[in-house]
């Protein structure tokens, strides 16, 4: 493990750092640091009159116990310094590292910059941030507490988490944000000290994690079933929870529980297929709207076959042999010398739209199946195109009684 912290050129003074009930005396909070976390090599960042204000001081204060190296950088007073900064922070730390940041003694924009290639490296470099810690000299000068600030890197996930879900619908990032949250709290013994234990927190991300596996990999009974599971957990100390560990989830925690809500059957075995089949439909216009149009296509291909075979009274839309039957005839309608004359045109309001709309989704699913291993590909331009502005049209023109 590695402590990466900056040095100043302040005065600094003597004082007894405190973290949790550990205490230590001492000029450096790089040095109490060390002596609380005990890592492999510590690497300073120092501007030239840092350097030679403290690093000879902090090298006899850490002795030989500490490995400590020394990186120059610029104060930070113009533009091309900043990265020059930014730069040495990057360049001092190895991939999948597992790194300490201390950001006491930075000054300007350097904490920042520090916050921010933390950020990057654990990202682009899978590096392990352990803590970033910030010793309150000026909180209590006999005593002062070392702040954990390790939350202003989850900030920047949160950031991440919350993008991802506004434009993709997906909230498997989110979801593991609250699971990591619950499991850091344990592990590090604040249930000790605190009024408040998460406990919701956990089956909460794990809930949207699993929806979102649905979403993504188009499973809508599962998403149904897991829809339900989540209007099962108690609001209100769902709430209380993340105001207490997850605050920035709270801006978002209201829109997932309704974006999420309009999938669900509290008990889908009782419901009537139409029901099932109106919440699927819900979920291709989801797909449309969030821009999936792989997802969209392939969830309305099958999603006309369910509604054909409702229609014809088989209440068990998903047998296998059932669902043939329908694909049959549906297949009959297309081609060079189509059959409109079939059993299912009475169920549709036009037996023409129905055989080309049929042709469409299967040319476009099979093309999408194949991965664009196929001599006449479709391009990824007209396969949005149709997702975003034929599909739903075209299944509401044909059976309004299941899209209305």
């Not at 190895?94 to 933390?118: G, M, W």
């Not at 993008?163 to 499991?183: H, M």
Request: aromatic content about 10%; hydrophobic content about 40%; overall charge negative.
């Amino acid at each position: 493990m590695q402590l990466l912290t900056v040095l100043g050129t302040g005065r600094y003074e003597k004082t007894c750092y405190t973290w949790q009930e550990k205490q230590l005396e001492t000029r450096y909070v790089a040095h109490a640091l060390c002596e609380f976390f005990q890592p492999d090599q510590v690497t300073v960042l120092v501007t030239k009159e840092a350097k030679e204000a403290h690093w000879n001081t902090l090298q006899e204060t850490l002795g030989d116990r500490f490995k400590s190296t020394d990186v120059l950088i610029p104060s930070g007073k113009v533009e091309t310094e900043v990265w020059e900064i930014f730069d040495a922070v990057v360049n001092s730390v190895e991939p999948n590292a597992k790194v300490l940041f201390d950001i006491t003694h930075a000054f300007r924009s350097i904490p920042l910059l520090v916050l921010l290639a933390a950020a990057f490296l654990q990202k682009a470099r899978n590096v392990e941030i352990v803590g970033v810690y910030y010793g309150a000299f000026e909180a209590n000068r006999e005593q002062p507490p070392i702040f954990d600030l390790t939350p202003a890197i989850k900030l920047l996930d949160w950031l991440t988490a919350t993008d991802k879900f506004l434009s993709t619908g997906s909230s498997v990032e989110l979801g593991n944000l609250l699971s990591t949250i619950q499991q850091d709290f344990y592990r590090s013994g604040k249930q000790k000290t605190s009024e408040i234990r998460p406990i919701k927190l956990r089956i909460f991300g794990d809930r949207i994690q699993a929806l979102s596996r649905s979403i993504e990999l188009v499973r809508p009974i599962d998403l149904i079933t897991e829809s339900a599971k989540l209007q099962n957990i108690p609001t209100s100390e769902l709430q209380e929870e993340v105001g207490a560990f997850a605050k920035p989830f709270e801006l978002l925690l209201t829109q997932i529980q309704n974006d999420y809500s309009q999938f669900a059957l509290i008990n889908i075995e009782q419901s009537s297929p139409q029901e099932q089949l109106q919440k699927q439909f819900l979920l291709l216009r989801w797909y449309i709207a969030k821009k999936l149009s792989c997802q969209a296509i392939l969830l309305g291909r099958e999603w006309l076959v369910s509604a054909i075979c409702i229609a014809d009274g088989i209440n068990d839309y998903r047998d296998r042999i059932k669902r043939k039957d329908i694909e049959t005839q549906l297949g009959q309608m297309t081609g060079a010398n189509p059959n409109f004359n079939q059993p299912i045109i009475k169920y549709v309001t036009s037996a023409e739209k129905l055989g080309g709309l049929w042709s469409t989704l299967t040319e476009y699913r099979n093309d999408i199946a194949h991965a664009q291993m196929r001599p006449a590909d479709i391009s990824a331009a007209t396969l949005e195109e149709y997702a975003q502005n034929k599909l739903v049209q075209g299944l509401s023109e044909l059976l309004p009684e299941f899209t209305a």
